[in-house]
């Protein structure tokens, strides 16, 4: 949901978390809070669209109050939003924003679910969202996880009946889990999907409103509220010291890429829930209110009650390792349970505890964070048992399925380190996440292995296995491979151990654009991911395109190392644009996959592999005037942009704006939401517009209309709304024809506006005074026309321009026509001058 961002929440940063991949080492009061979720068989599934839609109150309220097994279920991985951390967007973004979900669930005790729907950007209605969406694989895989999740209750975040009103992704989210609930009991519903899970059919489907969907807390206060059960979610915790808020508060800040640090509170809090389906609970504060969350749902589930309730009961904080015997008795009989469902799920949960309890600590670690196929890694595995409890160290099993005697009598406080090599096999797959290695569509991951559909992450396969023998009970303990070093500052730092290709490569530059026909040099960097690398590089081109020369050697000597080689790209005479491509070719092998790997500190080290591409323009462009002084806004990477057009791009803070530093330039450049970012632009708009009445240039890009820091951010009167063009493709018109913007010194026409990117512009304003000229004219399908999206006026002998139209979006993608008409906009005022202006060069 909408909130405000601030980039101060970034200096919280420093004292976060310091890893998010150390074990868990749960305390006597944790384990005890663990005995009681092992008592309690309810599940809840809360379902939105994006990462950060999820209410953490409400999940950790569910998972640490009740004790519920409860999930989110986001049915996009957040790839369409910004990014305040750092650079990355799209898809990279998703893999951050799929790890701060992880992140939010490990602090709130949630589990993760996702469908392969793709945040592709703003939408204003369901209909558009399903549209590009394929509404039938995201239902099936809102099925899939409902029927793998086994939901007493579902709870949506957005309203289902209210098109329009939100984001189209959230009600989209909302219809689909209402149209799911009707169809996962059905056992003609999807068919496919009954070979790997069962039908199920939850009670109860709520919808988690609160007095934002009444528009106002009077309104809200006002409603029949007879249909709404409200629960009190400001519990306390003596457990950990915390209140329910302060671990929703918690849980949310792990949305740092979003600005969504949290502080919490104390005190009673209600939240919410509108019956949409099933019966209104009698009890209006418990929405499992008639089901029976007990072990006695469960066949042979009774006798499994009363022994966990005893521990339950028995439990000595002192002495955890007490209820051991107990415990191994329930880990017995929820061995000899019917239902698989629960017998997977409180078998995981027992030996997490009965490991606990023993205070058994379980590691292997590599002496690298990556290894490349048919390499041999170094690795420590420690045991040790800190308990009485007799156990003994059988054997152990590596990732190729050897297994290695051991029998030692693990007494206690004793620490056992054993060394091991692993041969990883030659046809180990690398690591990167399993929903980017095909490319899918603008509202679709690819997933060809459907096993894998709804994971948060691909799963480990490099794994230690530790059989023990506990109590005279074999238990088998399974542990992912982890590097593990210490960092000077900040200490014991995790990483996940990856498995990566023997080489890598990318252009350094990922669009390049060329305003001429000259000859362009480009640099290629390789990297070895082992030792000893030898082989050559080729570029993949477009065909009327060259490349020189046509291959190059490259010997890299140590695995990490990089070697960067120079190819020289000769563009067409023509307008033309397509992609390259580095090839490296080892022995009978040719890679084409970057590597990229993303570090901070509130997710795991993550490694991803994507197809090395560069866009490669040749642009048919003209331009007069060549210096540009640019106020930076929010941030957008528009000066680099029009720096690679040959423009000189000056970078002008607030306190160098003055005449005199303004009358060196052919046209000021406003970055995008200046005017909402930068305090001290009030105190400079007058000497902007006195630039412009002397015959400059000035172009303000997109501004929100919420806290302005100008009064007139227009020398005329100009109003900004919320009007937006979402569609990339819709119909440009172009209304005046005539104006210098569309044919000096570019002939603007509508095929300029092809091969846009994710949206056509934000924020118009809807009204202007009459010194402003409206240029062009679009609109969303349904809606009316919008003309406001790029406005030129005269202002004495300059020109003030503002435009919504999104050339932040579009210049990284190298979209042509967003460049010539961005170069008209800059040549503005200057045809006439055209002849003084050559013969002073
Ligand atoms: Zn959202």
Not at 555 to 574: A, C, M, S, W, Y
Request: charge should be negative.
């Amino acid at each position: 949901m909408k909130t405000r961002l601030h980039l101060l929440l970034l200096l919280l940063f420093s004292t976060t978390l310091i890893t998010a991949q150390q074990p868990k080492k749960p305390t006597a009061s944790e384990i005890h809070e663990s005995i009681k979720k092992l008592n309690f068989l309810g599940s809840v599934l809360y379902v939105a669209a994006h990462p950060d839609d999820e209410n953490t109150r409400l999940i950790s309220y569910m998972s640490n109050e009740i004790k519920a097994r409860t999930a989110y279920l986001s049915l996009t991985r957040g790839d369409g939003g910004q990014n305040l951390v750092g650079p990355e967007i799209r898809e990279l973004l998703g893999v951050i924003r799929t790890q701060e979900l992880l992140a939010a669930r490990r602090t709130d005790g949630g589990e993760q679910k996702f469908t392969r729907a793709n945040d592709f950007g703003y939408s204003k209605h369901p209909d558009e969202t399903l549209a590009i969406w394929n509404k039938d694989e995201v239902l099936s895989d809102v099925v899939l996880a409902i029927r793998q999740f086994q939901p007493d209750v579902i709870i949506n975040r957005f309203d289902h009946r209210s098109p329009g009103s939100t984001h189209g992704h959230h009600t989209s989210s909302a219809m689909l889990s209402v149209e799911a609930f009707d169809l996962v009991g059905d056992k003609n519903a999807y068919p496919n999907q009954l070979s790997s899970v069962d039908i199920w059919q939850p009670q109860r489907l709520f919808f988690n409103t609160s007095w934002w969907f009444y528009g106002s807390q009077e309104k809200f206060d006002a409603a029949d509220k007879s249909n709404l059960l409200d629960i009190d979610t400001g519990v306390y915790f003596p457990s950990s010291g915390l209140s329910n808020p302060e671990i929703a508060a918690l849980s949310r800040s792990q949305h740092k890429s979003q600005g969504f640090g949290s502080t919490g509170s104390r005190g009673s809090q209600l939240e919410y829930i509108e019956i949409i389906k099933g019966d209104l609970p009698t009890e209006k504060t418990n929405i499992f209110d008639g089901i029976d969350t007990s072990w006695n749902r469960v066949e042979g589930g009774k006798a499994i009650g009363e022994i966990l309730d005893a521990v339950q009961n028995n439990y000595d904080f002192k002495n955890p390792s007490a209820s051991i015997p107990e415990l191994m008795r329930a880990y017995i009989a929820i061995q000899n349970l019917k239902n698989e469902h629960w017998k997977i799920i409180k078998t995981n949960e027992i030996k997490d505890i009965i490991a606990a309890c023993a205070g058994l600590y379980l590691e292997a670690t590599a002496n690298t964070n990556h290894a490349t196929a048919g390499s041999n890694v170094d690795l420590n595995l420690e045991v040790i048992n800190r308990s009485n409890s007799k156990i003994v160290l059988s054997s152990i099993v590596n990732p190729n399925g050897i297994k290695i005697d051991k029998n030692i009598t693990l007494v206690n406080n004793t620490s056992f380190d054993f060394k091991e090599t692993l041969a990883i096999k030659t046809n180990q797959q690398v690591s990167t996440p399993y929903w980017l290695t095909k490319k899918g569509t603008l509202g679709m991951y690819k997933v060809e292995d459907k096993s894998l559909i709804g994971k948060p992450e691909t799963p480990r396969d490099l794994n230690i296995t530790f059989n023990l023998n506990i109590e005279n009970v074999n238990i088998p303990f399974t542990k992912a491979i982890v590097y593990k070093t210490n960092d000077p500052v900040k200490g014991e730092v995790y990483k996940p151990f990856e498995i990566i290709p023997e080489v890598s490569a990318k252009i350094s530059e990922k669009v390049i654009i060329l305003d001429t026909d000259q000859q362009r040099d480009i640099e290629v960097i390789v990297k070895a991911g082992r030792d000893n690398i030898e082989g050559y590089v080729q570029i993949a081109h477009p065909k009327n395109w060259s490349v020189f020369p046509e291959k190059q050697k490259v010997i890299i000597e140590n695995k990490g190392q990089e070697q960067r080689l120079i190819f020289t790209v000769i563009p067409p005479k023509e307008q033309s644009e397509g992609l390259l491509t580095p090839m490296v070719h080892i022995g009978d092998k040719v890679y084409t996959k970057e590597l990229i790997e993303i570090d901070y500190d509130h997710i795991p080290f993550q490694t991803v592999l994507l197809p090395s591409e560069s866009k490669i323009v040749r642009l048919d462009i003209k331009k007069q005037g060549q210096n540009i002084g640019y106020i930076e806004g929010a941030g957008d990477v528009v000066p680099e942009s029009l720096r690679q057009i040959g423009y000189n791009v000056a970078i002008l803070k607030p306190e160098d704006i003055s005449a005199e530093n303004l009358e060196r330039f052919d046209a000021i450049v406003v970055g995008i939401r200046a005017y909402n970012t930068i305090e001290e632009l009030k105190f400079k708009q007058q000497l902007l517009f006195d630039y412009v009445a002397q015959g400059g240039n000035m172009i303000v890009q997109y501004n929100t209309n919420r806290r302005l820091k100008v009064d007139q951010i227009a020398p005329y009167d100009l109003k900004l709304s919320r009007d937006r063009v979402t569609d990339e493709f819709a119909e440009v018109r172009l209304l005046a024809t005539n104006h210098e913007v569309l044919n000096f010194p570019n002939k603007i026409t509508s095929k300029d506006f092809e091969g846009w990117t994710q949206e056509r512009g934000l924020y118009f304003p809807n009204e202007w005074s009459s010194e402003f000229t409206s240029i062009l004219s679009m609109n969303d399908e349904g809606e009316t026309p919008k003309a406001g999206s790029l406005l030129v006026a005269r202002h004495g002998k300059g020109y003030y321009v503002y435009t919504g139209l999104s050339f932040f979006r579009e210049f990284p993608v190298g979209v042509s026509g967003a460049y010539r008409l961005f170069a008209n906009m800059l040549s503005l005022g200057k045809n006439d001058m055209n002849q003084s202006e050559q013969i002073k060069n």
